[in-house]
């Protein structure tokens, strides 16, 4: 059995410190990266790395919005799809910070309400706002868009970057998000939101457009995750969708099947690293450390598989590390150092 196990900024982000005295959060963690095979690659979004694993092409953008339509029950035929999700732009010193789910706490009546005073701006570009979830909001019309923006999963929790969207038809959509965040800037759901301490909604992030693409990825039978988009590339190749496992022993215990290639994506430090810096990616690497890479360390050494393929990001760079069975006995190769793996952005 073959586990794929993927993890974004999993790397230690850029400013954490490593002391001697401190505990080791993770040294199974370690001790895999410094006995399997790495390969080290440029940095990639979440959403990049999954699209290239299930062989979705890139048009002008990578085709999100599509994808993840079609997973929420909206009719996508052969229209072309672009994510407007809401977000709190949060004022800096250096630029804007942008605040994305799971963090903003919004319920779908809320964005219901969000969505509908949009539409009354949008009525006379014949735009209208399609609220699927209550964080995933989608445009569609009937010709593609020349616009191309980062994928959420790159920008989420950072500042925002100078050019924010690129292609021909960039500046009709800059238009729009000004007039966006005029209408949101009073709405009564930020009124509220606000005397409540909650972030408001006072922005939009588009992104991920384009036509749904053809799914030819087949390299996996079993996906398990609770990334809207990589389940709905995994329905869409032909595999089984599950959610993601609470830990290593409940994903062992559902019997997964011998012989098959298993892909699992976990959230907890991408979340972590980006809302929480430094010290929440810590504390999540420990838990990680708990729940999951001390028992597939384990099941390695009891030849439970018979490969682990780790993917894990970071700022500055991405690595594939690959385990099998017979790397617990390679003593002459140490474990990482943290310090080797931290990023130096």
């Known amino acids: ?20 005295t401190q505990a080791d959060p993770a040294p199974s963690l370690r001790q895999l990266m410094g006995r399997g ?19 979705v092409e890139q048009r002008q953008d990578w085709p999100v919005a599509a994808l993840t339509a079609s997973l929420d029950g909206l009719n996508v035929g052969d229209d072309w799809w ?4 809401p977000v709190h732009l949060q004022l800096e010193r250096n630029g804007s910070r942008i605040i994305a789910a799971p963090q903003l706490e919004l319920d779908h009546a809320d964005a219901l309400a969000l969505a509908d ?25 009937t010709a593609a868009s020349e616009v191309v923006a980062p994928p959420l999963g790159a920008i989420a929790g950072r500042l925002l970057p100078r050019v924010l969207l690129s292609g021909a038809q960039a500046s009709r959509w800059h238009r729009l998000l000004t007039e966006v965040q005029i209408a949101l800037h009073d709405h009564p759901v930020n009124q509220r939101r606000s005397a409540q301490q909650i972030p408001t909604i006072n922005s939009l992030y588009l992104w991920g457009g384009g036509h749904k693409p053809m799914v030819h990825g087949e390299h996996f039978q079993h996906l398990w995750s609770d990334d809207p988009l990589a389940t709905a590339l995994a329905i869409y190749s032909g595999a089984e969708a599950l959610a993601a496992p ?18 699992i994506t976990l959230e907890r430090a991408h979340i972590a690293v980006r809302y929480g810096g430094p010290l929440g990616w810590r504390k999540a690497l420990a838990t990680l450390e708990d729940l999951w890479f001390a028992p597939l360390q384990a099941a390695l050494q009891a030849k439970q598989l018979e490969q682990i393929t780790l993917i894990a990001t970071g700022a500055d760079r991405c690595l594939q590390i690959t385990c099998r069975p017979t790397d617990h006995y390679k003593f ?6 943290w310090s080797a793996l931290a990023s130096s952005e």
């Not at 672009?82 to 999700?85: L, P, S, V």
């Not at 609470?246 to 892909?263: C, E, I």
């Not at 002459?332 to 150092?337: V, Y």
């Open 1 to 20: 059995m073959h586990l794929t196990l993927f993890i974004p900024d999993l790397l230690p982000p850029y400013g954490t410190e490593f002391q001697a």
């Open 37 to 55: 095979h790495r390969l080290q690659f440029a940095p990639i979004a979440p959403e990049v790395w999954l699209c290239q694993a299930f062989e």
């Open 82 to 85: 672009i994510r407007a999700d």
């Open 117 to 141: 005073t949009l539409n009354t701006y949008f009525t006379p570009d014949h735009i209208q706002l399609q609220v699927a979830h209550s964080t995933r909001w989608y445009i569609h019309q």
């Open 246 to 263: 609470a830990n290593a022993a409940s994903w062992f215990a559902s019997k997964p099947r011998l012989g098959d290639q298993h892909l």
């Open 332 to 337: 002459w190769r140490s474990p990482l150092s």
